[in-house]
């Protein structure tokens, strides 16, 4: 298995993702090779500083960057030598089997939807997040920005999608589904969420129950939560603010630990043929190493068989 | 100044409806009067004891409850002796001069639709909140939740109906209004956040800065952030059982308690002729001092002569 890896996306690349790659490769049983992506020169006396073994990667010179505020088309247009570009021609090409970056989320999602194929059947890819629990575990909460106007056939989608990778990758072998609403019974919430509903209700292929609130998102009422990206991304940005808020305040609990999003490192795209994830800009190492951890159960799971089979009726 | 006080509204009416009476009357400089909607026979006993001073208030009787989870037309229809329908009935008669209830929200948003004149020019009314800040000032956050769905213009007047009740109630002499979306530059977000933008920048009564996106809520940002209800509600909801969280695991610091949310009383509802006030259902006696708090200041201040003034045009 070879897993592609952008050194110079996010905000501390290349060392953060040196570091993170040392992590990861220290673990027993690792199984990945690397594909490394960025600029030789700079790449190389990082590898050896941080005592990288040579067997396990293979740098691959990619000499451009795409900048954090580039516009996606038209940096990937003409930057064809940069590691995010050389990095989705890999993945196309099959040479990798999974690509990372922390870098312009615009121009991995670009990137994704020109190289890649969408699963048959699936309207919309979509991304989501981790969402960390009150009770230890962990929930999946989509579409968090990806899709900011949807119709009901896509969270029904959504649902589907996020109830595959909730078995697969989290683990968890029945999710239960919420709907993001504004009441908890049947018939409230905007035009959407009420459209939404009775698809949901009807759907075989999910365990659907019914709509959870902003107060539900961090208990363990659902495993999986579905709503359009508007309301997704939100959810996403203001929960990562409250880690970021007691932290900067020094309020330090063992509790609150779980809520610091970089544990959970990158969130995948889904509804594509193969693993692409995309890292948070500010990914430290062991963002990077949970990005490969991720990227490699994504490669070894049924996920991509299990999705192609759910849309193909 | 009268106003009236639901004695029979929230989870726990009316013992901590009294004692937040108490608080009240007992702070220095209290202007108001209160009327008391409730039971007579169960008021009584609990006024005695914790020494209410007649002068200050008259128990103005209504035997009847509506319950939190009755519906909330049929309820005010059949229920006219209920503690709602008779403060709605004396607000609408000038009887009082603002309306307080922690009771059922949805009877309470009809009573004041039904009961109430919605100010002239006004398309809908909303329903704000408080949002505390790092900063340690507050923020107001609109629509919380009465209208799911919502059009450019209904965005862009309850910028107007924000921005003077920080003006008028937060004391902010020039609140900075910020439109919740999901990027930073113009140009992004959902098809109403894309539309509404332009509305909020030529909107000369109002001093707009751009998009405000989730990580923005609790910081220093924006005085007056404006969503559709759907979105605000979901922020609202997870911001609360933010602390909620925090403080069920035994996680305390100064800094947390300005996140509870119990401190800021309830939301009034913005866009109607009169002070009206819903608490939320879990309020106990600071939260019910503070509405009654809030209340006098609305009473008090330019706030509606100014709505008028605003939606004449």
Redesign the interface.
Known sequence: MTIGLDMMGGDFAPLEAVKGLQLYLSEPGAPANIFLLGDEAILRPLLATHMIPEDRIRVVHAPEVIGMHEHPTKALKEKQQSSIAVGFYLLSQGKIDAFISAGNTGAMLVGAHYSLKTIEGVMRPTISTIIPR?DGRTGLLLDV?LN??CKPEHLNQFAVLGSLYARHILGIQQPRVGL?N?GEEEGK???L?QASYPLLKENNRIHFIGNV???????DKADVMVC????G??????????Y???H??S?R?E??DRFNFEHYGGTPVLGINKPVIIGHGISRAPAFKNMLKLAAKMVKSDLFDQMQIAFRN
């Not at 359009?228 to 309301?231: M, N």
């Open positions: 009150e920005g900011a106007d993001i504004i919430g905007n035009i969420a609130e902003g107060r539900d998102v961090l208990a359009e990206g508007f309301t991304n939100i959810i996403l940005k203001l929960a990562e603010s409250f970021e808020m007691t900067r305040h309020i609990h509790y609150l």
